[in-house]
């Protein structure tokens, strides 16, 4: 159990274009979803904090405009990375928790790496 | 905020021995303590975790370790393999959800 399907799994555009990330929750719900950022050899960093029915919680530093959340049912949060370029290059990773509670095991997609032009 | 320092940042072992990695945090209010493994480009991975109501919790080979008072937390990998090779991070969460992930050790098990 505990499935996160993150899609797509790779992606290469040109600089300018708009890209679309999506995490799913297939076999529970989650009314809380994580968006994480990982450059080569590095750490997980957060990026903001996704609840379902209401506002992403941003992280210091993150652009809400450039970086956009929405979190519209409790199995699906999507990330859409708006005008990227060539600097938004990374490995995007989405998390889900399974219940409400804070101290519950995340569950992580396969992440999205993206490759901007 | 809450920061975390992972050490070390890369451990080499010999197949068969142990392996421990130390990680310190500064929130006190974190309660939560989980281990990921993450292989070369992949998702990262639930190995085990620890509350902050626990001192020690062990599955087979792993096992965590929690100081409160002195706020730190360690994973154990007893008997290593060369499967056991990856990148592992530690984390911390607060009450409020927010996690805090330590900078990785990129552990290497020589056969």
């Known amino acids: 159990g505990a499935v996160v399907s993150q899609h797509p799994s790779r992606v290469i555009c040109k600089s300018g274009t708009s890209v679309k990330i999506e995490c799913r929750s297939l076999d529970f719900q989650a009314t809380t979803m994580f968006w994480y950022r990982q450059f080569p050899k590095k750490s997980l960093m957060l990026m903001a904090t996704?609840?379902?029915?209401?506002?992403?919680?941003?992280e210091q530093g993150v652009e809400k405009d450039k970086f956009l959340i929405n979190h519209a049912s409790l199995t699906l949060s999507t990330l859409t990375v708006t005008s990227a370029h060539p600097e938004d290059s990374s490995f995007y990773i989405c998390s889900a928790r399974r219940g409400a509670l804070s101290n519950q095991p995340q569950h992580f997609g396969d992440g999205t790496r993206l490759s901007i032009l | 905020g809450e920061n975390v320092e992972q050490h070390p940042s890369t451990l080499s072992v010999q197949e068969g021995d142990s392996a421990v990695i130390k990680c310190t945090y500064s929130?006190?209010?974190?309660?939560?303590f989980p281990w990921y493994k993450q292989e070369l480009g992949k998702r990262p991975q639930l190995i085990i975790d620890?509350?902050?109501?626990?001192g020690e919790k062990k599955d087979q080979r792993i096992a965590v370790t929690l100081n409160k008072t002195a706020k730190h937390f360690s994973l154990h990998i007893t008997e290593t393999q060369p499967e056991d090779s990856a990148v592992y991070f530690c984390?911390?969460?607060?009450?409020?959800?927010?996690?805090?992930f330590g900078d990785g050790t990129t552990l290497t098990v020589k056969p």
């Open positions: 929130d006190s209010a974190s309660n939560y």
């Open positions: 984390a911390a969460y607060t009450n409020a959800g927010k996690s805090t």
């Open positions: 620890i509350r902050s109501n626990v």
């Open positions: 996704s609840n379902e029915g209401s506002k992403a919680t941003y």
